[in-house]
Structure formats: C-alpha cells, structure tokens
C-alpha cells in the first residue's frame, strides 16, 4: 500500500513515467547491456540508465553520483541532462571505474529538488579475495 501511494504522488507530481531505471556495464543503440549491480575494476565503466515515457513537457533532471565513505554519502558527480517532451525519453549518465573507486555507490535521479528514484551499487578490487 505504502509503495502505491508513492506511486501515485510521483505519477501526480511529475509530468512523466519513470519505465526503467537500471545500473549496467554498456549501453548499446540506447538499451542497457548487462544489467547488474556489481562491478570490478576490470570493468571500464558504470552507467545508469533511464527510460521515460509520456513526458509532457522539457525538463532538466540530475543523476547524481555517491560514494559511501566510513558511511556517509559523499558527491562524486552531479549530471544533468534534459528530457523532451514526447512519447519516451532515454538517456544515461556514466562514471570511469578507477581502483580508488571501490567500495559501495548509489546512484539518484532528481528532478530539481525532488528524489525520483535511487539505485545502490558495489564496485569490488578484481584482486581481492572475496
């Protein structure tokens, strides 16, 4: 029920549908390859991809970037990109995965001030032995 009623408020609130938001390795012809939540330094990038539909008008919207650091979420990165007003609207945002990058990550989508959705992720050192 309490999922519904974000739904609703969100559905009310913004003049769009937010179909899919995903974390994968490439994007390719505009689709998310490799889905995953979990990357190595092996791995040359992490993107996050969105896939909107009925957008009623331009918008501006953010991925931004966190790293958890001793357990606070630091900024690494704040990307805006616009969405035209159409039937559907995707995009993506990237980040070059570097050994110093590993540990745990969240990626959001805002709209403005406004928390549209949130995807946590893991870049993992390909030399360790987990």
Known sequence: MKKLLIFLIITFLFSYDLKEFVTCKDVKNLTPAYITSTFTTKDK??????????????????FVWEKNVNDVWKLYAD????????????????????????????????????????????????NSSK
């Open 45 to 62: 990038k992490v993107y996050a991809f969105a896939y909107f539909t009925n957008i009623e008008e331009n918008r501006l919207i953010d």
């Open 79 to 126: 990307i805006q990109l616009p969405i035209y007003k159409g039937l559907r609207w995707r995009t993506y945002s990237n980040i070059t995965i570097r050994p110093y990058l590993i540990g745990k990550w969240r990626v959001s989508i805002y709209d403005g001030n406004n928390l549209i959705a949130v995807r946590e992720f893991e870049i993992t050192d390909t």
